[in-house]
């Protein structure tokens, strides 16, 4: 089985992952990771160099390649993956796939990415928490529809990161 972890930035997808596949000893993936090895170059410097349409391909035909895979899988995605092209689609399309909605809240976000917007690119640039939240709300706006076709959906609020994955254990197995 292939466990497709999906939600915005900073939802717990990568820390998650790490914890699912330890629990249940799956292999774990980060597609953006998978990316940068692909192309010998950070996902920063891709978007810099080579611009959003051209990441967007590479991921799109990186999430394919990950979806084919035979063997038990954590793959965390990111953010803006389900948004663009087919690419919820084909998620939803793969047999041995399951997807994972990670849903956090707005002020849960706001309050995460704020104190780690430095590490961050796309918002870096922000200055103030109620213009973070003002930036992840529309976001959030625009990618609900995508986020909300996965097949489970795990409210993450007010849990540990361990709860969750015993969350998602116990809604999968």
Same mark, same amino acid.
């Given at each position: 089985m292939i466990i497709v972890? /999906?939600?915005?930035?900073?939802?717990? &997808? *990568?820390?998650?992952? =790490?914890?699912?596949?330890?629990? %249940?000893d799956y292999s774990l993936i980060d597609l953006d990771d998978f990316i940068e090895k692909k192309e010998n170059i950070t996902v920063t410097e891709l978007f810099k160099t080579k611009g959003e349409i051209y990441f967007r391909k590479q991921e799109e035909?990186?999430?394919?390649?990950?979806l084919?895979?035979?063997h038990n899988t954590i793959l965390s995605?990111?953010?803006?993956?389900?948004?663009?092209?087919?690419?919820?689609?084909? /998620?939803?399309?793969?047999?041995?796939? &399951? *997807?994972?909605?990670? =849903?956090?809240?707005?002020?849960? %976000?706001v309050k995460k990415l704020f104190k780690k917007k430095a590490k961050r690119p796309l918002i870096a640039h922000i200055e103030t928490e109620e213009l973070m939240a003002e930036f992840v709300g529309k976001h959030?706006?625009?990618?609900?529809?995508?986020y909300n076709k996965a097949e489970y959906?795990?409210?993450t609020d007010e849990k540990s990161k361990k709860e969750i994955a015993k969350e998602i254990i116990e809604t999968l197995f």
């Open positions: 972890l /999906i939600g915005y930035m900073a939802s717990g &997808k *990568s820390s998650i992952g =790490k914890i699912l596949a330890k629990e %249940l035909a990186c999430l394919k390649e990950l084919s895979l035979e995605v990111g953010g803006g993956t389900p948004c663009y092209g087919n690419n919820m689609d084909y /998620i939803l399309a793969t047999k041995n796939a &399951k *997807s994972i909605y990670l =849903k956090a809240s707005l002020p849960k %976000l959030l706006f625009e990618r609900s529809q995508f959906q795990i409210a």
